[in-house]
């Protein structure tokens, strides 16, 4: 774990109550639903991985529909829902499958030592989700962006001693 990393799990425990920290220690790391929908947070094997990004000392790149293939080989859900590198996407594999990652509504760039020194910006400050509807064509999904607060969302962030998160939340950009 990065001291950046340490730093904000730190000032996040410290806002939780016991009985919401109980709650999230026991949270499932995969979720699924309706015998469709797989929902992880980085790879359905590793929580800290990114799914749909690699990063390489050569940076950050989108991984390659045949990559992602191999990657979930075996996992025979029609959507893989994903998300920690905070980056609105969809990739349609040749298996018919969907990986979609919603986006960020809360950070939109960040900056990350592991597995290399990288980072990732969507490049505006919006909130990013998705809207994932299933018909008798199959799967799509409605990408969405939103405006809110995000000045004091960066505030607050530079108050509670995250100057970094003030930028990110200002701008979508990490330097």
């Not at 490049?123 to 299933?134: D, N, V």
Request: hydrophobic letters at 35%.
């Amino acid at each position: 774990m990065t001291s950046s990393q340490d730093s904000t799990i730190k000032s996040v425990r410290g806002q939780l109550s016991d009985h919401q920290l109980q709650w999230l220690k026991f949270l499932p790391a995969t979720m699924e639903l309706g015998g469709k929908l797989l929902l992880c947070h980085g790879t359905p094997e590793n929580d800290e991985e990114y799914l749909l990004t690699k990063v390489s000392a050569s940076g950050v790149a989108s991984r390659s529909a045949e990559d992602l293939e191999e990657m979930l080989a075996g996992i025979e859900f029609e959507v893989i829902l994903c998300g920690h590198d905070h980056t609105q996407a969809e990739v349609r594999l040749p298996s018919g499958r969907m990986v979609l990652n919603p986006g960020s509504v809360g950070l939109p760039a960040f900056t990350d030592e592991l597995p290399l020194p990288h980072e990732i910006a969507v490049g505006s400050p919006h909130a990013r989700y998705s809207i994932l509807e299933q018909s008798r064509l199959g799967w799509s999904a409605e990408h969405c962006e939103v405006e809110y607060d995000w000045e004091r969302a960066a505030e607050t962030a530079v108050r509670s001693g995250r100057s970094d998160w003030g930028h990110w939340l200002r701008t979508g950009l990490s330097a």
